[in-house]
C-alpha cells in the first residue's frame, strides 16, 4: 500500500516558477514509476510527466515540454514537479500517482495507475 500527499500548489502569476512535491508513505516506493496528471475544471484528467523507478527514465507532455520538468528522490520518498514559464492554461488541480511497469503499459493512460493522491491546486495568474 502507498499513500501519496501532494503539496507545493498555490497562486502563481503567468511567467512564474513553482514546484511540487508529492511525499509517498511505504517502503516500497523506490520500486513504483511515478507520475503527475492535471485536471482543469470541466476537463478530463491529463497526463503531464512520469519517471521511472530508479529516476533513469522520464517522458513529459508535448504540452509541458521544456517547462516542467519531474524528479525524484528515493531516499526522501518524495517524487517533484518542477515548473516553469507557467501559463493560464496551466491552472489546475495536480495529482500524483504511482503504478508499476507503466514504461511498458503506458505511463500516460490514468487506468495503469494503482495510487493516487488527493491533488493541489494550481492557479497562474495574468
Known amino acids: 500500500q502507498v499513500q501519496l500527499v501532494e503539496s507545493g500548489g498555490g497562486l502563481v502569476q503567468a511567467g512564474g516558477s513553482r514546484r511540487l512535491s508529492c511525499a509517498a508513505s511505504g517502503r516500497t516506493f523506490s520500486s513504483y514509476d511515478m507520475g503527475w496528471f492535471r485536471q482543469a475544471p470541466g476537463k478530463e484528467r491529463e497526463f503531464v510527466a512520469a519517471?521511472?523507478?530508479?529516476?533513469?527514465?522520464?517522458y513529459h507532455a508535448d504540452s509541458v515540454k521544456g517547462r516542467f520538468t519531474i524528479s525524484r528522490d528515493n531516499a526522501k520518498n518524495t517524487v517533484y514537479l518542477q515548473m516553469n514559464s507557467l501559463k493560464l492554461e496551466d491552472t489546475a488541480v495536480y495529482y500524483c500517482?504511482?503504478?508499476?511497469?507503466?514504461?511498458?503499459?503506458?505511463?500516460?493512460?490514468?487506468?495503469?495507475?494503482?495510487?493516487w493522491g488527493q491533488g493541489t491546486q494550481v492557479t497562474v495568474s495574468a
Open positions: 519517471i521511472s523507478a530508479s529516476g533513469d527514465s522520464t
Open positions: 500517482a504511482g503504478g508499476k511497469d507503466l514504461f511498458i503499459r503506458g505511463s500516460t493512460l490514468t487506468q495503469n495507475y494503482d495510487y
